[in-house]
């Protein structure tokens, strides 16, 4: 009996962070698969893929507002919380193998200090980051 209850306490943390991310995948259903579909593989060229392509965004703060700037991310329904959550699970789900080591999470404030202002130009401004980044 005494087993089973440390057993069913040890499982607890897993559940819930099981839970969390049953709860972030959801909300990336709901905002992105339209667009990115439910791998993030998109409809490229028209909507890039968001496989193991963003990585190389995160060396520099503009490349990482650029990540939230991008209109469809945005302006969408998300609150700045639940939007953080969907962008670090993009990132770690689908661009394991280009994240940084370095890699920091966005945090809610992040988010809600860059996504008022949205790119008018998203192609344009991504083809001068990646001139840069290239340097
Ligand atoms: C209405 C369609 C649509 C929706 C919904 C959408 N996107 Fe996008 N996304 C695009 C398009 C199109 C682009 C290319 C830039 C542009 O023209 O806006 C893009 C670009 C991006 C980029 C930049 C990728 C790169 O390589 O430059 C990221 C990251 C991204 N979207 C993430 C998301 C996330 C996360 C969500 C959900 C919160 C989302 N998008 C919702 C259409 C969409």
Known sequence: ??????????????????????????????????CHLVDGSSV??????????????LSSEEGRGYLVRVPGVAQSRLNDEELAEVINWVLTEFNA??????FRPFTAKEVAKVRGDILADPAGYREELLAKLAE
Do not use: H
């Open 1 to 34: 009996m005494r087993l089973v209850l440390l057993l069913a306490l040890a499982a607890t943390p897993i559940a819930t962070a099981q839970a969390d991310q049953d709860r972030v995948r959801a909300n990336y259903l709901l905002a992105c698969r339209g």
């Open 44 to 57: 490229p060229p028209e909507v890039p893929s968001l496989r193991d392509t963003l990585g190389q965004f």
């Open 97 to 102: 193998a280009s994240l940084p080591k370095s």
